[in-house]
């Protein structure tokens, strides 16, 4: 069975500094890995994804990730914050090749702080 | 080409109601999946459906059910209903299997 473990539940961070979510994930086969951002009140917006190939993941709105097969690790970095990041972020996990059945983690609530 | 619509936006029932939740998938897509979200949490994958047929299911108990339509639009129905089935319900469509899931706003259920 795969699960996924954020390990911090908040982060708060000043405008315009870096941020790293960090997202551990455990699974018996090959997986696939992908990080997702919630508004508030709104659905699930992919920002990226690993499948394969090159380890850094670039995604949207400046955001990028890096696996870690040996860590077991895919962190959510950022080197520089908007006001506009904050938000829930979700990083989760899926067997299958896309993003179908996916395990997610229980998220971290970014905060930017003015 | 329109996104991923779920209705109604928010919905409250007495515990042992039955529920239906719509899903209108992205013109195209023809694979659907629920997933329920509680509170403070993630998302957990209730069930799958690809061209009419459950092709999937999470650890949920048969009073959670699903139907997709020839226009591949979905419901889930939930039974039985207890308090903890409170929760935000999120729809995705996808165009075919294994390809990239869009995610609709969601249905907010609130059991009293």
């Known amino acids: 069975a795969q699960s996924v473990t954020q390990l911090d539940s908040q982060v708060p961070v000043f405008e315009e500094a870096p941020v790293e979510l960090r997202c551990n994930y455990s699974?018996?086969?090959?997986?696939?890995l992908f990080w997702y951002v919630q508004y508030p009140n709104q659905g699930l917006q992919l920002l990226l994804k690993y499948l394969s190939g090159s380890t850094l993941v670039k995604g949207i709105n400046g955001f990028e990730a890096e696996f870690n097969k040996s860590q077991t690790s895919f962190h959510l970095r950022k080197p520089s914050v908007h006001i506009s990041d904050t938000a829930e972020y979700f990083c989760a996990v899926s067997e299958d090749f896309g993003n179908e059945k996916l395990t997610f983690g229980t998220g971290t609530r970014l905060t930017i702080i003015p | 080409e329109t996104g991923v619509t779920q209705s109604p936006t928010h919905l409250i029932k007495t515990r042992g109601q039955q529920v239906t939740l719509r899903c209108s998938s992205q013109?195209?897509?023809?694979?659907v999946s629920w997933y329920q979200q509680a509170l403070g949490q993630g998302p957990q994958f209730i069930f799958q459906?690809?061209?009419?047929?459950?092709?999937g299911r999470g650890n949920f108990p048969p009073r959670f059910s699903g139907l997709q339509f020839p226009n591949y639009s979905s419901e889930l129905n939930v039974n039985a209903l207890e308090l903890d089935d409170s929760a935000l319900y999120l729809c995705a469509s996808s165009l075919e299997q294994n390809t990239e899931a869009f995610f609709g706003q969601g249905t907010r259920l609130t059991v009293v």
């Open positions: 459906y690809y061209r009419e047929e459950e092709n």
């Open positions: 013109s195209g897509h023809n694979t």
């Open positions: 699974s018996s086969v090959s997986v696939y």
